[in-house]
């Protein structure tokens, strides 16, 4: 039986992971490193998590066998940036580091060799995603106000780079891909609690969300609704139409501050990390109500 799992960090330095249909605990890895952990991620194919620290560590772990796997120096600084290839064996990385504005494209194939460094952004990356309609490229945002399109596989490796007209100084905190009208979109949340739609063909901003107090955490697209969800510091998450950019509904979990967004793949339900725990929200119900999610 296929378990789909929902996995938490923590600053003791563990993963927490449950059961997303029982919400029955799993089990808890410990001792993977002595710092807290900020970031992780699923690696499904190898029935792996991978975990960053606060000290620049990466750590991989095999949760079928309760096994570690492969520790080693990333950074010099907390990784708050992870994102896997969904078909090649590659994973980037970023720190919160002031003088360290990098990204590291890592293989795993090649016993985690560090295959290429990119050098662009004036200020710290604050997420990157690989792009899920080409294998040999991926976005990046950062403090710096802009988002940059890159190549992992040219040598002038920075294609794009999108930032908005005037003297616009405001950071951006996540990024993510969507379609609209079969032309690719980036969904980019902002310092200045709003939430930017970036037309990849034009190359620039075409819409601002508005109706946040706080910055924009957590930006997710459901394909299967046509539904953008952006997360946000203060504590809300929004459902926006990606057709129309219509606000749907705002949620509010009385759990703090939103840090992440996870969508559960086949399902019309998403899970939300919280300051102050897990909310897992039916979207469908939340779309056409005004009822709450369950939280733990």
Known sequence: MLICRIMATNRLGNLCVWNYNTMAPLNSIGDITDEPVHMAKYIARKKWLVAGDGNGGIHVYNY???????????????????????????????????????????????????????????????????NPQDNDSFASASWDGTVKIWSICSDDANIITLKLDGNVTEGLLCVHYFTRFNGQHLIVGCEDKTTQIWELGMKECVHKLKGNTDHISAAKWHQGLALLITGSLDGTVNLWSSITYKLEN????????????????????????CHQGIAIMDIWHQYKTNGKGRKY
């Open 250 to 273: 705002v949620i509010d979990f009385n759990l703090g501050a939103v840090y992440a967004l996870g969508c559960i793949e086949d399902s019309r339900r998403i899970v939300v990390g």
């Open 64 to 130: 079928d066998k309760n096994q570690h796997v492969k520790s080693f120096e990333a950074h010099e600084s907390c990784i708050t940036t992870l994102a896997v290839h969904r078909a090649r064996p590659l994973i980037l990385s970023s720190s919160s580091e002031d003088n360290d504005h990098l990204i590291k494209l890592w293989d795993w194939d090649k016993e985690w060799k560090c295959t290429r460094t990119f050098q662009g952004h004036t200020e710290r990356v604050t997420q990157a995603t690989f």
